[in-house]
């Protein structure tokens, strides 16, 4: 095909029991002008014949890349691996576990078309428990709703550094010219601090292009105890993991001329405090853990 409008890249590792899904929710939309790259993050169980299996069906539409030595590099590094060989104006990402709407990238699209100016657009999200016999939670991203947020508004109001909730990365939709003025994913974010991988690279979008926020929910983002957010806060490691990034974002602001640069970095160290000032994730952890059994026979 020649080169398309729309680049999605969909990073997997060891996801053979969602990663179909996932894919047949890309290839389901009714926007056509995209390709789906699926990014191999060093997998070893059976998603790795389903991604290529997909690729060889779908020749002219989908295609499958692979860190070399069939390396496992984190997150952010298999998103920037899927970049490095992305034709679109515009690059969208869906995580292996997740399923995107229909109309997801027609409206995304027409929103990004209507709003030159912009250069992330996103809506609301579906945290997806049904899939597993719970209750699903509509949840805003943003501050605003159906309107822009520009520098440095959108930095201070959301997430990490504000109160609002951010984008899922499963549901931005981005335009390639931003991608390349920040420099792609952080590859540091790589471990147990891949929580914060989306965040490295959202935080300096932010400081570059308003932000399109959509009341529309476009994507269903499951919730299950296999997933990186989940893992972290079980294992304590939030508050490291949370520094780790406050630090991070210290150091990126101080080498460069950003609006209200003392007002973020003001910021930064209110949130260290606040990190210094509950108890950890570890102790909330243990506290839970060892009241299950007590809670199990009160029920």
Known sequence: MSDPRVSVICIFFNERRFLAEAIESVLGQTYRDFELILADDGSADESVAIARDYAQRFPDRVRYVEHPGHANRGMSATRNLGLASARGEFDAFIDADDVWLPTKLAEQVAI?????????????????????????????????????????????????????????????????????????????????????????????????????????????????????????????????????????????????????????????????RRIYRWPSAALRQRIKRKLRPLLRLAG
């Open 112 to 272: 990004l078309d209507a709003h030159p100016e912009a250069g992330i657009v996103c809506g609301m999200v579906k945290w997806w428990f049904s899939w597993d016999g719970g209750k699903d939670v509509l949840t805003p991203t943003g501050h605003v709703q159906d309107a822009m947020s520009r520098p440095p508004e959108t930095s201070l109001a959301l997430y990490p550094l504000g109160k609002a909730g951010a984008p899922c990365p499963s549901d931005i939709l981005v335009r390639r010219s931003l991608i390349a003025k920040v420099g792609g994913f952080e590859e540091h974010f790589a471990g147990h601090r891949q929580m914060y991988e989306d965040a490295g690279f959202l935080s300096k979008a932010y400081l570059e292009a308003p932000v399109y926020f959509s009341s529309t929910n476009w994507l269903l983002y499951r919730r299950h105890e296999e997933s990186c957010m989940s893992k972290v806060v079980e294992a304590g490691q939030y508050e490291a993991v949370r520094q780790y990034f406050l630090d991070w974002f210290e150091d990126y602001l101080e080498g460069r001329p950003v609006p209200s640069k003392q007002e973020l970095l003001q910021r930064i160290e209110d949130c260290r």
